[in-house]
């Protein structure tokens, strides 16, 4: 069982950056892959990035990649989403999700998901 916590979210304007915290409860963190998805209004959720088990390994959306940096910290049960040069696009309720596969962009294959943190990028 793995419990997730995200925050960091907020309000910031277009080109700014922020930084999202996923913090996982349960001894067996360092055994999920984790991801991120995020949903806008009116939209379905969206794949964003991904990390292997040990974090030697990542998978990201064409939409954010090079603007976006997953990376996860096992001894802190911690992921981490870097998110940098926002776009008003990108706001959305970012939430984060563990699996037992690594690389599925599928939100069904995720076993374990946090409430979510909103994102607000202003134009």
């Known amino acids: 069982q793995v419990h997730l916590v995200e925050s960091g979210g907020g309000l910031v304007q277009a080109g700014g950056s922020l930084r999202l915290s996923c913090a996982a409860s349960g001894r067996t963190f360092s055994t999920y892959a984790m991801g991120w998805f995020r949903q806008a209004p009116g939209k379905e959720r969206e794949f964003v990035a991904a990390?292997?088990?040990?974090?030697?390994?990542?998978y990201y959306a064409d939409s954010v990649k090079g603007r976006f940096t997953i990376s996860r910290d096992n001894a802190k049960n911690t992921e981490y989403l870097q998110m940098s040069s926002l776009k008003p696009e990108d706001t959305a309720v970012y939430c984060c999700?563990?699996?037992?596969?690594?690389?599925?962009?599928?939100?069904?294959?995720?076993?374990?998901w946090g409430q979510g943190t909103q994102v607000t990028v202003s134009s």
């Open positions: 990390i292997s088990w040990s974090g030697g390994s990542t």
């Open positions: 999700a563990a699996a037992s596969s690594f690389n599925t962009v599928v939100a069904g294959d995720y076993e374990y």
